[in-house]
């Protein structure tokens, strides 16, 4: 018996298209389990240094993955891990993670600190992150309830030029804050909800 070209040909065809990592259905529990290792279940993160990611936009989450991927944005662990990941990988969990409810991290205030933080954040950080820093959309960053020991580590991260810091702007405008400011700051952002 003779076989059809045509047919060797879909054959031959829908095998390279289920061979390909785009065909591929993406094991988004598997994927998210990693994560939820240093994020937390659902994204949201019991670790003072390690931020929730649950509920923030997917365009934002995104594009920090694919910058840290990249090695434009410093992560300790991220960029590593991250190598491994196509970017339909890194989209789906970045979707993932948008539909997670964001959970404000409950963290003891000191009233000095969040007073501060408030007016140092009303001059220098509210014309960009408005003022609660408590939206998610397009490639902006929920802050508002963050964990205030991960803020301070990324702030101070963008005033030592020894790090890849991917916002001129924001370099900028951390430039202009004392270590006592960037305390403060974290303060006022992680007391906000």
């Known amino acids: ?10 054959v031959f065809c829908g095998a390279i298209a289920a ?10 529990n598997g994927l998210a389990n990693t994560c939820n290792s240093c994020h937390g279940m659902g994204g949201f993160s019991v670790g003072l240094a390690n931020p929730s990611i649950g509920g923030q936009s997917a365009d934002y989450l995104n594009k920090v993955m694919l910058e840290q991927r990249k090695g434009d944005r410093y992560s300790s662990v991220m960029g590593r891990l991250l ?5 339909e990988e890194i989209a789906a969990l ?21 007073m501060r933080g408030k007016r140092v954040h ?8 408005g003022a609660k820093d408590n939206k998610a ?14 803020i301070q580590i990324v702030l101070n991260r963008y ?7 991917p916002s001129d702007e924001m370099a900028e405008a951390v430039n202009s804050l004392t270590p006592e400011d960037i305390e403060a700051v974290a ?6 909800k």
């Open 1 to 10: 018996m003779r076989k059809s070209p045509l047919l060797s040909i879909v």
């Open 19 to 28: 061979s390909s990592p785009f065909a591929a259905d993406i094991n988004i």
């Open 83 to 87: 190598k491994n990941y196509t970017d």
């Open 94 to 114: 970045a979707d993932y993670y948008s539909k997670q409810e964001w959970i404000a991290a409950t963290q003891e205030k000191e009233l000095r600190l969040v």
């Open 122 to 129: 009303n001059m220098v950080c509210k014309k960009c992150h």
């Open 137 to 150: 959309k397009d490639e902006s960053l929920r802050l508002a309830g963050q964990w205030a020991g991960y």
């Open 159 to 165: 005033a030592d030029p020894k790090y890849k810091r």
């Open 187 to 192: 303060h006022f952002v992680a007391s906000n």
